[in-house]
């Protein structure tokens, strides 16, 4: 009894642990001239659409996915720190999210695995108003 109670908890416990995914990027520079990388940590713009109020050069498309790890979280929050990341590396002050391929599906393998999440965007700077 005990050790049925215990296992009932541990499994309990597993199922409500997650872990930050690892998370695989492929940038692709589309930018004529390479723009200075910004500070890591600097503040980027997360957009669904193209801004229509600001002129903007695109940069590079930065395609992120997740492992397809079971007790990995697939959330798109988990996957923003990366993209961030990416984008200060290529000097944008905004991401555009193209598409998101929403993972946590189970494949129902013989490892518990799931589908990873896919996303992909465009890294932008602004340009100065003329």
């Known amino acids: 009894m005990h050790r049925l109670i215990a296992c009932a908890s541990l499994l309990a416990l597993t199922a409500a642990c997650t872990v930050a995914p690892h998370i695989t990027t492929d940038v692709t520079r589309i930018a004529p001239s390479a723009v200075p990388a910004k500070p890591a940590g600097s503040d980027i713009q997360i957009l669904t659409q193209s801004p229509t ?5 695109e940069l590079a498309i930065i395609n992120a996915v997740t492992d397809g790890g079971s007790f990995s979280t697939k959330a798109l929050s988990a996957i923003l ?3 961030k990341a990416k984008a200060c590396e290529v000097g944008a002050d905004a991401i555009i999210i193209r ?3 929403q ?3 189970p494949t129902m393998n013989q490892y518990g695995s799931q ?3 896919r996303v992909y965007c465009v890294a932008i700077r602004f340009l100065p108003a003329s």
């Open 115 to 117: 589908m990873p999440t």
């Open 53 to 57: 109020d600001r002129k903007f050069q």
């Open 103 to 105: 993972g946590g599906t």
């Open 81 to 83: 720190p990366t993209l």
């Open 99 to 101: 598409n998101v391929e």
